[in-house]
């Protein structure tokens, strides 16, 4: 049976059923029109023969179990992992469940952007100008998060409205109460919160959970009731055990857990607790000869947890 061929002349409006190529299919003009169906195996490659624009693909591939389906703008005709394309966007299924990737090539400066109003000036979602590692988010107005539970910063499962593993930081003021949990409070040196310092070295002496003094204003050394320059600087609680050259973090006010054994003698929860011997507290009052100061109150007595608000007054026993 001959090949038959159509020509096709640029005053001829010809109607195709169905086209088959094993090569490829070019044009040197513009070509319009509605496709029911356009089928390729591994992909439809869109690219110009001349100019500087590049190539457009479409194409679906198989990756770890994973279907992709991927639709990018370079060289390359399937998704890689790690070694993926320069701008691409791929639906990724396993067959249960499907996701969106929109990536970017990081050695190009914002070179993708998610706009919400029209632009990407105002409201938009871009990676960095300087460091493409970062993630900006931009809003005319407010930035809203509103979650049907709670939101974590490096804490896979947050039990508060916002939880977050690290430190905070802030130029601003602080608008807002404080709470100091108590039932969750570990081991020594434990705490719910309050002011912190980290500042001078800590002796090799102090260990987490002791009322520690700033000794000879240069460093923290455990406290002590019988000697005026251990009862009366300034005091705080170790939070960690000292090498003798840390600056350890030292709670000065605050609810915290001391050492087993912390509170040395027995009373009744929400009584005062005096400074006692080696970094401890007591219920009862020191006696002759020695520093009577009150360092706070206790919260917990079996579990040593007190919370801590050294007074500034002092009282020499005769």
Sequence with gaps: MPNWKKLVTSDSSPTFNHVTASGNISGSSTSTGSFGLVQSVEGLHIKPDTGTTVPFRISKTNYQGYNIYYIGVDGRTTYAGSEAADTWFALISNGSSTIAELHSDLSVKNQVKIAFDGDTINSYIAANDETPEDLEIHADQDILLKPDNNVGINNDAP???????????SSGDYYGSRAFETGSIGGAGQHSGGDIVQHWPMHTYCDAGEVIVLYDGNEWR???KDTEGYAIPMLGVALEDGDGSNFGQVLLRGIVRLKAGGIADSGTEGDPLYLSDDGTVKFAAPGSGDFARIVG?????DDDIIYFNPDNTWVEVA
């Design 159 to 169: 039990p508060k409205t916002l939880t977050v593993e690290g430190s905070i930081s």
């Design 222 to 224: 455990p406290a002590d």
């Design 297 to 301: 109150y206790c919260i917990d007595e």
